[in-house]
């Protein structure tokens, strides 16, 4: 009986192990024949991707190589203007590839035989990436059109005196700029009225440009100029926005120009704030007082009607008294708020400056000791600027709290 056992038990096992072998030679077959088809698939696909069947990828695989091909020598660059624009033209200066440390080079300048100087642009791995001939040829393009226009004293009127061209390179873009009569105040509706007429004849000379050259003015400026000829504060509407209406121009050259016209025509508001610097506790005064930086404007709702107002002071004294739990700097701070609440002006937000306070404001409801207790070292501090969070309910120093800037 013993021997039967012992028989079946190494028939058995032997059973197994011829199992296990079939089972590997399976696992072996499968992972050949997958790694077979894998293989197939990708040389299939490179094959194809050489082919004309995908002229789409090869286009794009050719103008991402010729973007890293480095080709920027004087013939190269003569070539490639022959080929992109037609014309012959001679190099000026060849500064080579771009550096990135320096921003040295990226460019060079060639001169066309009817005299058109342009930068033809080279990038970083040597490669010419476009030029601005287009550009550089616009200028003389809108030159010529404003000289010869039958429109210009329609667009002038009695309140502009000279229209001229101005351009931005870093851009490649065209404005127009209207100089204002001396006589002739900004505020006066003759103005705004004149402004209108004159945007309403450029958008057509941009439909003439654009079916012509491809070209269009990007903005209509106007300024005053100073007694040296030099342009004074300078505003604009965007001219490829439309504008329906006298009002809706209005609206947008106010929002637009808000800080030049705020800053400009508001001179009453700003006395009387300054009048209150006196007023204002020790150690605590309107910041940016010689500058007019103590006032800014979040909404003009006309060019003398700003609606949302932002105040700055600032705190002085030592720098122990300009610690953020310095009770004797929050009684200034409050006297201040009291000051500024006299006022009567839609202030929205009063920023306090150089005050020192932990760099994390949530831990501000705990004075130096505590926080050098509960921390080791402390929690590190900063001097800055900060918002008086909630001003027009601040009623004690308990109140006085700051939020980000």
Known sequence: MRSDSLFTCEI???????????????????????????????????????????????????????????????????????????????????????????S?????????????????????????SGDTYAYEKGKTVMQQFIKSNDDIPHVLGDVFTNISLKTDDETSSYYLRLRIDDNVNLLDDAFMEQLFEAYEIVMRWNDQLEISDDLSFKQLQTSYFGEEGDAEEVFYINIMEKYATLEQLEKTFVSTNEGELFYTYNEDLFEYVESFNEKLPEYIDLEGFMGKEFLECYSLEEATHCSQLGLHIAVNGDEEFRYYDNEKMREKLLDAVDVIKSMDLPIERVIVHRITLPLDLDYQDLDREQLKEKYVGGLKLQTGSVELENFQQIEKTDDIKFIED
């Open 104 to 128: 040295d080079g990226g460019y060079a300048l060639v001169k066309a035989e009817d005299g058109t100087e342009f930068k033809v642009n080279i990038n970083i791995f040597g490669a010419i």
């Open 12 to 102: 058995h096992s032997g059973g197994r192990g011829n199992r296990l072998k079939n089972r590997g030679k399976q696992l072996f077959i499968i992972i050949s024949v997958a790694g077979f088809i894998i293989f197939v698939l990708v040389f299939g696909l490179i094959q194809l991707l050489n082919k004309p069947l995908f002229p789409f990828i090869s286009e794009v695989s050719d103008s991402v190589g010729s973007t890293f091909e480095s080709k920027h020598s004087d013939g190269d660059i003569i070539n490639y203007i022959r080929e992109e624009h037609g014309i012959d033209v001679e190099v000026l200066e060849n500064a080579g590839a771009e550096n990135l440390k320096t």
